[in-house]
């Protein structure tokens, strides 16, 4: 039989163990108490990060896929109804069709997956992630690139990072510390319909690589007058390398090239 440790690195388990991260967490996906929303838990684990949501939320449904923690779990909330321990994948679950937000400290091998989950949830308002810093940091744009994925869905999701905890946080701790990640569906998004799919189309193309820079890149549908004239309006160098355009500029470009 494999160890507690074992099991732990097999299922990517890094347990929360800081009572201010939890309570951080938990504010932020449910800032209104006189508005509390649905909320699902992403990997309950033991309830730390658990216990703060169920005091903030008006239903919380907590995913938990190592049999051995759901006793304790459901023991530790019998006596708070609105709290539902749900044996099993977080991925496996349907999206709710009602709107509904996303907490947890992610396990760091399905981050992407998780992340992939939240992206493509209709009702999805937001998520409060604990990912790797480094992958926070990525998608925020905070080592002053900027992802394909962030850029790509931009107009509908706004991507920030909202802290950073030490790896001495958790047991047992990981090798790397972890960020606090936002993920917030805009109300109203920036773009829609066929310009989303225009907007869609220009990102792929810029991300591709085809030609050595984005500027050769965009050649390839555009003519060099109007990329040319859409780094300026967008106060771009035509030798900018393409993770470093900041989504507001790339909502610039697709301005004036989709025109």
């Known amino acids: 039989m494999a160890r507690p440790t074992q099991r732990a690195r097999t299922l990517s388990q890094n347990f929360l163990a800081d009572r201010a991260t939890a309570e951080h967490v938990a504010r932020l996906a449910a800032p209104d108490r006189r508005h509390p ?37 459901r023991a530790r909330f019998a006596g708070t109804p609105h709290v539902h321990v749900v044996a099993g994948d977080f991925l496996a679950a349907r999206p709710p069709r009602t709107p509904f937000s996303v907490a947890g400290n992610v396990p760091f091998s399905r981050t992407a997956d998780i992340v992939d989950w939240c992206l493509t949830a209709p009702g999805l308002t937001d998520a409060t992630l604990l990912t790797q810093l480094e992958y926070a940091r990525k998608r925020t744009g905070d080592y002053g690139r900027w992802s394909l994925l962030t850029v790509r ?24 510390d972890a960020g606090v990640l936002r993920i917030e569906r805009r109300r109203t998004p920036l773009l829609a319909g066929a310009a989303h799919r225009s907007w869609r189309d220009l990102v792929e193309l810029g991300f591709s690589g085809v030609g050595g820079s984005l500027h050769a890149s965009l050649r390839r549908a555009h003519p060099r007058r109007r ?17 470093e355009v900041a989504p507001t500029r790339w909502l610039r470009l697709h301005e004036e090239l989709a025109a």
Not at 167 to 174: E, H, K, L, S, V
């Open 37 to 73: 929303p649905l909320v699902l838990e992403v990997g309950a684990g033991k309830g730390a990060l658990t216990e703060p949501l169920a005091r903030r939320s008006r239903e919380l449904r907590a995913y938990e896929i190592d049999p051995r923690l759901l006793p304790a779990l």
């Open 153 to 176: 869905t931009w107009p509908r999701h706004e991507w920030r990072l909202v802290g950073r905890v030490s790896r001495y946080g958790f047991r047992p701790a990981p090798r790397v």
């Open 227 to 243: 990329v040319d004239a859409a780094f300026r309006v967008a106060c771009l160098d035509p030798g900018v390398l393409v993770g």
